[in-house]
């Protein structure tokens, strides 16, 4: 099979039954009963509709770790893998703006004191598997409800630059009385750099004297998470 292609239609017996036996599984159990190859089988059966992808599926699972990992993985690395071509990248990277989106409705217009693990699940979706640095800024209202969130910046696989006024800046136009700033680590270590302690020392530092508030910075890495409110850095 030429790499970088979608797979070529195939006789579809005896796959029929494979593929009625993992939606019906799906179905009376759920994402909770299935592994992750057999998860990603179900996306797959919508792309390639003969054949059969559990090869395709545990080749993907076992390049990128897990499930969430291959819906995250960047369009270009996914296109290395043989047998993937652009319809099942365009149906992997649905699947995950789906997810983001999912979350952060459930965060939206919601106060982010009451809704803080749906608001740590919506970062994990949209940030946690990333393969370079983004900084994302959560601006709330005086209720604390989140009013917009946006991308300040993308970086390399350590780095993100981040301009303290322009968070500022954007604060005040938005009519926000605080933020949340939010990054990930690609290496998975949610653990603040002494470059993020310092950036966030600037923001919260421009922040006060225009009267916003910096509620809390929170470090992805993977399934984990640092809160510098919770470990006592903001305010230092």
Not at 14 to 32: C, I, K, N, Y
Not at 196 to 204: A, C, F, G
Request: with cysteine; aromatic share 6%.
């Amino acid at each position: 099979m030429p790499k970088g292609s979608d797979p070529v239609a195939q006789p579809a017996t005896p796959q029929l039954g494979h593929r009625e036996r993992l939606r019906q599984r799906f179905v009376t159990g759920g994402a909770d009963a299935m592994p992750d190859y057999e998860l990603l089988e179900l996306v797959l059966f919508g792309v390639i509709r003969r054949g059969d992808t559990k090869p395709l599926a545990k080749s993907l699972i076992k390049e990128f770790g897990s499930f969430e990992q291959v819906l995250a993985a960047p369009a270009t690395r996914l296109m290395e893998v043989p047998g993937i071509g652009e319809a099942v990248v365009s149906a992997l990277k649905v699947v995950e703006a789906a997810a983001v989106r999912m979350a952060r409705g459930r965060t939206i217009d919601q106060p982010i004191i009451g809704s803080w693990d749906k608001l740590l699940e919506y970062c994990r979706a949209a940030m946690s598997f990333r393969t370079t640095e983004e900084f994302r800024v959560l601006f709330l209202d005086k209720k604390n409800r989140l009013i917009a969130d946006e991308q300040q910046g993308r970086g390399t696989v350590d780095h993100t630059p981040v301009y303290p006024r322009e968070i500022v800046r954007r604060a005040l136009e938005l009519e926000a009385s605080s933020v949340i700033l939010v990054h990930n680590h690609p290496s998975g270590d949610p653990t603040p750099s002494k470059a993020d302690i310092e950036m966030t020392r600037q923001v919260e530092q421009a922040a006060a004297a225009l009267g916003v508030t910096v509620h809390d910075h929170l470090v992805i890495g993977g399934q984990e998470h640092v809160s510098f409110r919770a470990t006592g850095l903001l305010g230092r």
